[in-house]
């Protein structure tokens, strides 16, 4: 354990999540924690009164001691928005500001593999876990996946961790060096937050910016954002894609080591669960790291023929009546709903909708007529589809999910049903996780 923080003062915004593991981190570390959250008490339920059964203060209501008490450390919450006068209080006192991330690499002095990207992140993370398990090794998955990296520390019983960063968590990262980075693509996302394409581009390649000669860099060599700004890296460059100079490539449907003048094939795609060439990208990728961290061929193939899709990403749900109906719920923008309508076969009836971002949804009006039936829009969306994409018949706007998948199975003219939304969850869910579910149970029941 590479950090002590006895005698510090640490405050925490937000009870969520990554801010209750976080400030029981601290407190396991010696400090002392206090969480600052803007919901009052009674609409947290239990929670408070477990955490102060650990020792952590609490403030509700807002964060007016958070910033106006002296700390030594502020953690905040992924996407948590600071305002100017907060972090012009914390330097006038000389508190550091830290993601939960951040907090948990300095805690952590073993072997762990960073896993960021626009799209793919969870499944890569999913695939290289089981691979190295495979290989005999303790490994585990934490961070964006689900459980904060800081809830599991200090780790006795763990070989590697592998960590899913979203850029939320990079805005206050500052020293995190992981022993192998990958870096799977920037594409346009999370620009209503970040601005523009380079600076979020540029929070991705953060993650390997304090990576030295003996650390890998696995990188996507398809990438044009990731290929022209990774030359300044100084860790050892391992490159994955369907280019020829690619050291783990993706060519008519499988995936390859290149070694030397040999080509090793690891996979076919009739091998495995997992459809679209986006994954056999993730598989690739996955490999190219497994490997670099001891895993043999053997066990890193042995697990790609095991894997299951990922709970919400393309999750095939059932068929009824021809028809095939998809839970990709997973898919918050419009180029992992584009990925998904690439890997479903056939005509598809795509339900789109949520709480917009900023890309534009015109790509879907060429799409109709071709791969899409029907769009069948829901949500906050709405408004934004109308005045993106021109006006067609076969586009269809309905209040919510429920009445947007009835409206779906009104027709007999697509051999695919997918739930892929391009939008965040937040204007009728909870998270994306909530809305999979839902549209799970509701297919289900269609009778």
Same mark, same amino acid.
């Given at each position: ?8 003062r ?5 009870i ?12 396991r570390?010696?400090?002392?924690a ?12 239990d ?26 450390? =502020?953690?905040?919450?992924? %996407?948590?928005v ?10 006038s ?14 805690c ?8 960021t ?10 695939l *290289? ?13 934490? %961070? @964006? ?12 019983d763990v070989?590697?961790? =592998? ?14 060096r ?10 346009? @996302?999370?620009l ?17 910016r304090?990576?030295t ?12 954002? *990731?290929m022209?700004?990774?030359?300044s890296l ?13 050291d783990?490539?993706?060519v ?5 080591m290149?070694?030397?003048?040999s ?15 986006? @994954? ?10 497994a490997?670099?961290a ?20 393309i ?13 990709d ?20 009836t795509?339900l ?15 799409l109709?007529?071709?791969?899409l039936?029907?769009l ?7 408004a934004?589809?109308r ?7 076969r586009?269809?706007?309905c ?5 947007a ?16 939304p ?7 869910f909870? @998270?994306?996780e ?14």
């Open positions: 354990m590479a950090l002590d923080l006895t005698g510090q640490v405050g925490v915004l937000r969520k999540r990554s801010g209750i593991s976080a400030a029981r981190l601290i407190h570390l010696g400090g002392t206090l969480i600052s959250e803007r919901k009052t008490e009674a609409e947290l339920g929670t408070p009164r477990s955490l102060r059964a650990d020792g952590i203060q609490l403030e509700f209501g807002g964060h007016a001691r958070l910033t106006t008490e002296r700390f030594d450390i =502020v953690v905040v919450s992924p %996407g948590a600071l305002r100017d006068e907060w972090l012009a209080a914390w330097s006192r000389g508190t550091e500001i830290w993601s939960e991330f951040e907090l948990s690499s300095r952590y002095d073993g072997r762990w593999i960073a896993v990207g626009s799209n793919g992140k969870t499944t890569t993370v999913t *290289l876990t089981e691979m190295l398990r495979a290989a005999g090794l303790r490994a585990q998955s934490v %961070g @964006n996946i689900g459980t904060a990296w800081s809830e599991l520390l200090p780790a006795r070989d590697i961790f =592998v960590v899913e960063v979203s850029s939320f968590q990079m805005e206050f990262t500052h020293s995190a992981p022993t192998i980075a990958v870096l799977l693509n920037v594409l346009e @996302n999370h209503d937050r970040h601005g523009d394409l380079t600076t979020y581009g540029l929070l991705k390649l953060k993650l390997a304090r990576q000669a003996n650390d890998i860099v696995v990188l996507n060599g398809d990438d044009a954002f *990731l022209q700004h990774a030359a100084k860790s050892r460059r391992v490159e994955f894609g369907t280019g020829v100079n690619a783990w490539q993706v008519d449907d499988a995936v390859f290149i070694d030397g003048s080509a090793h094939q690891l996979l076919h795609a009739d091998e495995w669960h997992l459809t679209g060439q986006h @994954n056999l990208l993730n598989a690739a990728a996955a490999a190219a790291a490997f670099h001891d895993a043999p061929l053997d066990a890193i193939r042995s697990a790609l023929i095991l894997a299951t899709p990922v709970e919400h990403r999750e095939f749900v059932r068929e009824l009546r021809g028809i095939r109906f998809y839970n719920s997973k898919s918050t923008n419009l180029t992992a709903t584009m990925t998904a309508i690439a890997a479903v076969a056939g005509k598809i795509l789109f909708g949520g709480q917009p971002k900023l890309e534009s949804f015109a790509p879907l009006g060429k109709l007529g071709n791969k039936a029907h069948i829009v829901f949500g906050e969306a709405t934004k589809v005045q993106e994409v021109p006006v067609d018949d586009i269809i706007y209040d919510d999910l429920s009445s998948l009835t409206t779906a199975c009104g027709f007999a003219d697509a051999d695919a049903i997918l739930l892929s391009g939008c965040a969850s937040y204007d009728q909870n @998270n994306f909530e809305r999979g579910t839902v549209f799970k149970s509701l297919v289900r029941n269609i009778t």
